[in-house]
Every structure is written in structure tokens, then in C-alpha cells.
């Protein structure tokens, strides 16, 4: 029972080594060294790890030279001016490119003012195929005031994600097989509680792969719409928000500043007094 245990103990160290490259972004795992000298049998039970280790090794590095092609995350904002009352029309026509290029329709928020001139904004995602091309034909539904785009580079990040994820689903197979292999409770215990550790970082690692694919799978439009003569305080374009952002801000500082005056001056004029109290006790008096 003992050479048993501590071939399972070598089994999870040498496992856990073999995953060491992962780094930081694995989600923190320790690593360990095999023990030497471990006995007949501990040296038997720590071989397939071992190996497994460098299975998953090349499996990393066998993902790092499959050609993913370049991830690119995209983003466009477009100012379009419209013409009056077709603010709804020019949305729906919006949606219909988009439709038909296979993209999505996220969603969108307008202003009718009083004074009858609307502004809104609409966002969509389309693949990056056909973002140029979408992306044109959206710019013809108005009158083309201006744009603010972004590119962003995720390939490295993307191939680093995936070998480490091909690199713990490898440790998940060791894990697995030494739970089929393990004769205590005490064992399976062990093994169960590596076990969980590891697809927890599956999980995690899936999830930003996930969510990679998606941004870079799909690009990001946003229209900012506008009838003629479109006055401030509406949606507005993203440096327009900011400033109102800001002036709100100012707005609150102001209002705090004047709440402490307030409380500070009843605070101040009696201080004044006992100062002056205090003076005129401590002046001389004439014999």
C-alpha cells in the first residue's frame, strides 16, 4: 500500500511538472520535480506521466506550427448624417445589409428631441470577411461624416491559449488514468482533487479561447446616426459622450465642494471666537 501511494504521489508530481511550461497564464499550477530513488514501483507508476508530460509538450508545440491564419480584431464607428424623419428607414435598410452578409443585429438606442430632429446609434457584427465590403455599403445609406476604426492584433495571444489548453487537456488524460488505476480511498481522493484542479484551468483556457475566436470571427460596427440640426444631449459620438461624462463630473466636485463649505464655516467662525476669548483673557491688565 505504501510503494502504491507514493507511486501515486510520484505520478501527480511528475504529471504537474510536465505542465510547468504552461506559465502564469494557466492558472498559477506549481511546479514539482520526481522524486528519485523511488522504488520498483514508484519508478513504474511515475513512467507514464512522465511521458504523458512530453505528449503534451509536443502536443503544444505540434499546435503551435498548424498555420491558425492571422486573428484580427476589428472595429469601425461611422458618422452618417440622414435625412430628416428616415432615421428608423435608414436602420432597417442597415439591418437588411448586414442580414444578408450573414451578420448580426446587436442593437440600437434613439432620441427624438422635442423639436423633432432624432439621433441614434445602431451596432452590428458581421464576419470579417465581409467587413470591408458591409462596411461601404453601409456608409452609402447617408451622408459620410467621419469614421473612428481599430485594429488589433490577436494571433500570438490566440496560438499561445491554444497550446497551453492542448498542454492541460493532456495532464487531464494522466489524471484520468491514474484514477482508473488507483485501489484506496485515499488515492482516488488525491487524484480526484488534481484532477478538478486541471479542468478548472481547461475551463478558464476554453473560455478565452472562446471568446478570441468570437472577436476576431466577427467584426464590429456602430453607426451614429443624425437628421440635420440634431442638437447636443443625444447619444452623440463617443468624444461627445466623454465630454458630457466629464462635465458631470465637474458638475459633482462643485456640489461636494459647496456641501463642505457649508458645513465648514459655522466651524470656522466659532473657532475664531474661542481664539479671540482666549486673547483677550491673556492680555495684560493695567495695575
Keep these: ?13 511528475a504529471a504537474v511538472a510536465g505542465c510547468g511550461t504552461g506559465g502564469n497564464d494557466a492558472g498559477g499550477a506549481t511546479q514539482a520535480q520526481p522524486a528519485a530513488e523511488g ?11 512522465a ?21 484580427i480584431v476589428r472595429t469601425a464607428t461611422v458618422d452618417l ?21 450573414k451578420g448580426i443585429y446587436v442593437g440600437s438606442s434613439t432620441s427624438v428631441p422635442g423639436q423633432g430632429t432624432a439621433r441614434g446609434e445602431v451596432t452590428f457584427r458581421v464576419p470579417v470577411d465581409g467587413f ?5 455599403e453601409l456608409k452609402g445609406l447617408g451622408t459620410y461624416r467621419g469614421e ?17 489548453l492542448a498542454a492541460w487537456r493532456a495532464q487531464e488524460r494522466v489524471y484520468l488514468r491514474l484514477l482508473g488505476r488507483a485501489r484506496s480511498i485515499g488515492d482516488v481522493i488525491a487524484v480526484q482533487n488534481q484532477l478538478q484542479q486541471v479542468q478548472s484551468n481547461i475551463e478558464r483556457l476554453q473560455g478565452q479561447v472562446d471568446h478570441l475566436e468570437d472577436r476576431s470571427s466577427f467584426s464590429t460596427i456602430v453607426l451614429d446616426l443624425r437628421e440635420p440640426g440634431a442638437g447636443p444631449g443625444q447619444p452623440g459620438t463617443r468624444l461627445e459622450r466623454a465630454w ?17 463649505l457649508v458645513w ?3 466651524v470656522a467662525v466659532l473657532a475664531g471666537l474661542v481664539l479671540l476669548v482666549v486673547r483677550v483673557a491673556r492680555r495684560p491688565r493695567p495695575a
Excluded at 1 to 13: D, E
Excluded at 81 to 101: F, N, S
Excluded at 132 to 136: D, I, K, P, Q
Design 264 to 266: 465648514l464655516a459655522p
Design 51 to 71: 511521458s504523458a508530460g512530453k505528449g503534451a509538450s509536443a502536443g503544444a508545440a505540434e499546435v503551435r506550427l498548424v498555420d491558425l491564419g492571422n486573428r
Design 244 to 260: 458630457a461624462t466629464a462635465v458631470s463630473g465637474l458638475g459633482v466636485m462643485a456640489a461636494a465642494a459647496l456641501v463642505a
Design 132 to 136: 470591408e465590403a458591409v462596411l461601404r
Design 39 to 49: 522504488g520498483r514501483a514508484g519508478d513504474a507508476a511515475a513512467g507514464a506521466p
Design 1 to 13: 500500500m505504501k510503494l502504491r501511494r507514493l507511486g501515486v504521489v510520484l505520478a501527480l508530481a
Design 148 to 164: 473612428q476604426s481599430s485594429t488589433q492584433d490577436v494571433t500570438n495571444q490566440y496560438v499561445d491559449l491554444r497550446g497551453q
Design 81 to 101: 448624417e440622414v435625412a430628416k424623419g428616415t432615421l428608423d428607414e435608414t436602420i432597417d435598410r442597415a439591418t437588411g445589409v448586414v442580414t444578408r452578409a
